[in-house]
């Protein structure tokens, strides 16, 4: 009896939850007017969204960021990193030169960026080239870091496979050893650094409970894939026009 109850739930697909009917409702918070802006420069826009995510108490993370790269072959990859700066020249963050993202950006450098601040409803994705900052940005912000995530960075390789964990706990005793908080500043690891993000397209999403959400792309360079008629003109050299959700 048991083992043919067994039997039928192992060969059925019962066992994997049924998650087609998840979904939340969301309640119109915000609207998005293209005829009413507060501003047509999507950075600025950006950084207001960015304040408001800030000041929401249940978003712990508002620079939380998942960053898009591609290989020389177009395979893409996505993982989580912080930002930390923006201005109008684009989006800073720092990680591993040598990391898997790093050597995909350095043989094809863009990138896309994805924000999503569940609470408020609102999606930002932004693609663009990447450069790297330069080592004396990379050095000042370094150094700014907590000493226990100095000794973190300069203790892995990131992104390359490893015995076990002890390989990096090792290196990094060594390295409390050689660099004692409050003694010795840890120095930057050669391999580690900042990369800007230059946009040339920022879309604002705004979901409402409808499900006619409200999208609005920004554009350096319009080409012919869109009807003059619906381009805006914003400041700082941006176009704009509405997308269909
Ligand atoms: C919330 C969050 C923030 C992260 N921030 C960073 C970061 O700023 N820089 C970084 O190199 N990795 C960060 N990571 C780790 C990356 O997601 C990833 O594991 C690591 O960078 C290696 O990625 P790669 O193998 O694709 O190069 C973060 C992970 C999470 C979940």
Wanted: glycine letters at 6%; aromatic letters at 12%.
């Amino acid at each position: 009896m048991y083992r043919r109850a067994l039997g039928r739930l192992l060969s059925s697909h019962t066992v994997m939850a049924d998650i087609s009917a998840l979904r939340v409702n969301y309640e119109t918070k915000d609207t998005l007017n293209i005829e009413n802006l507060p501003t047509t420069d999507p950075l600025q826009l950006f950084s207001q969204w960015f304040e408001d995510a800030r000041s929401c108490n249940s978003i712990l993370e508002p620079n939380a960021m998942t960053i898009a790269t591609a290989d020389k072959n177009g395979y893409p990859s996505a993982r989580m990193v912080l930002l930390k700066g923006f201005d109008s020249t684009g989006f800073q963050f720092y990680t591993n030169y040598s990391s898997y993202k790093g050597s995909q950006l350095a043989e094809n450098p863009r990138a896309a960026l994805l924000f999503y601040w569940e609470p408020l409803h609102r999606q930002v994705r932004i693609e663009g080239t990447v450069e790297r900052l330069s080592a004396t940005t990379s050095d000042e912000y370094f150094a700014s870091r907590p000493h226990a995530s100095q000794l973190g960075t300069a203790s892995s390789q990131q992104s390359t496979p490893i015995r076990c964990r002890e390989v990096l706990m090792e290196k990094y005793s060594e390295l409390e050893q050689l660099y004692p908080s409050g003694q010795k500043s840890v120095p930057r690891p050669v391999n580690w650094g900042g990369f800007l993000i230059v946009p040339h397209a920022i879309e604002f999403w705004q979901g409402q409970s409808n499900r006619l959400h409200q999208r609005i792309q920004f554009k350096k360079d319009v080409q012919d894939e869109v009807d003059k008629s619906f381009v805006k003109t914003g400041s700082t050299g941006w176009f704009y026009y509405l997308l269909s959700s």
